[in-house]
């Protein structure tokens, strides 16, 4: 598959179609003012886009902010925090009258050619999808160029934190859009079910897109629609062990719904060691002596003796500290391994409507043999399953270095 694809002709006047842009917040009023005074400069007819704004249970005055300040904004507004996947969601079925759907991050300003250039490919027939370039806040360096994955689903965003560069200003096909700035039709998003909810956050755009291009459609990433990114703003807020269920978890969805049966059977079990090896590393010191007899038979008998008598007055603790985060990893791994059956059914429904085969799709990956940790173990393990599970051939001469390692 060649990655590169041609250049999108503007749209002329009478091609516009009828946006709704759709944009998350939870507690970001800090950020709402420049990204509606951004929307508000677009070249874009005002009564062709309508912005929607769904309030995730904020108690930072975001709705008294949206209700006093920007009432051309529509306003929903959760009692709760459902979540980026149902919140995204709910805003496009609200959109009923929207030929495309753009979802926007609250902490984002955009360029005022940006959605006429973001739509562009989708309504010349291109994609079904398309993905703008995502600058930091100060337009130094990129935050994403298109997205892409290793072979265990974490994601790339590609060239994030590098300087922009002539690579980054070609469109080309993508895995995913950034849901952070992404366009897609609404038809075909409503056809594809939206955002998998049980994701709740992070990883749902890498799914979707994913899901976009097993039943047969695109996704592009067009540089010219530009946009400034603070970034992970909202997530900063959130623990670190609540975001880490996330995402670690939501990789190994995505994973088991999108291969084939074929290569989910040989990344299965690389996936699923992986993971288990990195919820070893974050469990924290451990003391494994505790835990090996042979440490024990290899006292001196005087040794055990005492060793036995500790045990026996209970100064050896029956349980054992690990950190939260190592905690956060298992719980990520029995959300899949636990919910077996449940996850298998909707694995079912996706492979049901597959159009395109995996071999069409890997490509897309960028870099499938990213190792994403450090530690000589973990890098040995991975390793070593891609040569004992055939990974190695079944990516050859697929590994890309545009983005920086983790």
């Given at each position: 598959m060649n990655l590169e694809v041609p250049a999108v002709a503007p749209l002329t006047a009478g091609e516009l179609p009828r946006v709704a842009i759709v944009i998350l917040n939870w507690n970001g009023r800090h950020h709402l003012a420049g990204c509606f005074e951004s929307l508000a400069a677009l070249d874009y007819p005002r009564e062709a886009f309508e912005v929607i704004l769904i309030d995730n249970g904020s108690d930072d005055g975001s709705?008294?902010?949206?209700?006093?300040?920007?009432?051309?904004?529509?306003?929903?507004?959760?009692?709760?925090?459902?979540?980026?996947?149902?919140?995204?969601?709910q805003g496009a079925r609200l959109a009923e009258d929207a030929e495309?759907?753009?979802?926007?991050?609250?902490?984002?300003?955009?360029?005022?050619?940006?959605?006429?250039?973001?739509?562009?490919?989708i309504v010349r027939g291109r994609c079904v999808a398309t993905t703008g370039r995502m600058m930091s806040w100060d337009g130094e360096v990129l935050n994403s160029a298109g997205g892409g994955m290793n072979f265990h689903g974490i994601g790339i965003q590609r060239g994030i934190n590098q300087p922009l560069e002539e690579a980054y200003t070609r469109p080309r096909r993508s895995l995913f859009a950034c849901g952070g700035a992404m366009a897609m039709d609404a038809a075909v998003f409503e056809e594809l079910g939206g955002?998998?909810?049980?994701?709740?956050?992070?990883?749902?755009?890498?799914?979707l897109g994913w899901r976009s291009w097993?039943?047969?459609?695109?996704?592009?990433?067009?540089?010219?629609?530009?946009?400034?990114?603070?970034?992970?703003?909202?997530?900063?807020?959130?623990?670190?062990?609540?975001?880490?269920?996330?995402?670690?978890?939501?990789?190994?969805?995505?994973?088991?719904?999108?291969?084939?049966?074929?290569?989910?059977?040989?990344?299965?079990?690389?996936?699923?060691?992986?993971?288990?090896?990195?919820?070893?590393l974050s469990a924290g010191p451990l003391d494994t002596s505790l835990y090996r007899i042979e440490e024990l038979t290899r006292l001196p008998r005087r040794g055990r003796?005492?060793?036995?008598?500790?045990?026996?007055?209970?100064?050896?603790?029956?349980?054992?500290?690990?950190?939260r985060v190592g905690m956060a990893d298992q719980i990520a791994l029995n959300d899949l391994?636990?919910?077996?059956?449940?996850?298998?059914?909707?694995?079912?429904?996706?492979?049901?409507?597959?159009?395109?085969?995996?071999?069409?799709?890997?490509?897309?990956f960028l870099d499938p043999h990213?190792?994403?940790?450090?530690?000589?173990?973990?890098?040995?393990?991975?390793?070593?399953?891609?040569?004992?599970?055939?990974?190695?051939d079944l990516f050859a001469g697929m590994t890309s270095l545009e983005h920086p390692p983790a």
């Open positions: 709705v008294e902010e949206v209700r006093g300040r920007h009432t051309w904004v529509r306003l929903e507004v959760n009692p709760r925090n459902v979540g980026f996947s149902a919140g995204c969601n495309l759907l753009v979802f926007l991050n609250n902490d984002m300003r955009v360029e005022p050619s940006f959605l006429r250039t973001l739509v562009a490919p955002f998998d909810e049980e994701f709740f956050a992070y990883y749902e755009d890498v799914d097993v039943q047969g459609y695109e996704v592009h990433y067009v540089p010219d629609a530009v946009c400034y990114h603070h970034h992970s703003s909202t997530s900063r807020r959130v623990p670190v062990e609540r975001l880490r269920v996330l995402q670690v978890r939501n990789p190994l969805l995505a994973c088991f719904k999108n291969y084939d049966d074929a290569n989910l059977q040989r990344i299965l079990p690389a996936m699923i060691a992986l993971a288990s090896r990195r919820a070893f003796f005492w060793a036995w008598l500790e045990r026996l007055r209970g100064r050896t603790a029956r349980h054992q500290t690990i950190s391994l636990g919910r077996w059956a449940h996850w298998s059914e909707r694995r079912a429904e996706v492979q049901a409507r597959r159009k395109r085969p995996d071999s069409e799709i890997l490509p897309l990213w190792c994403i940790e450090s530690e000589g173990g973990y890098r040995e393990l991975q390793g070593g399953l891609e040569g004992l599970l055939g990974l190695t």
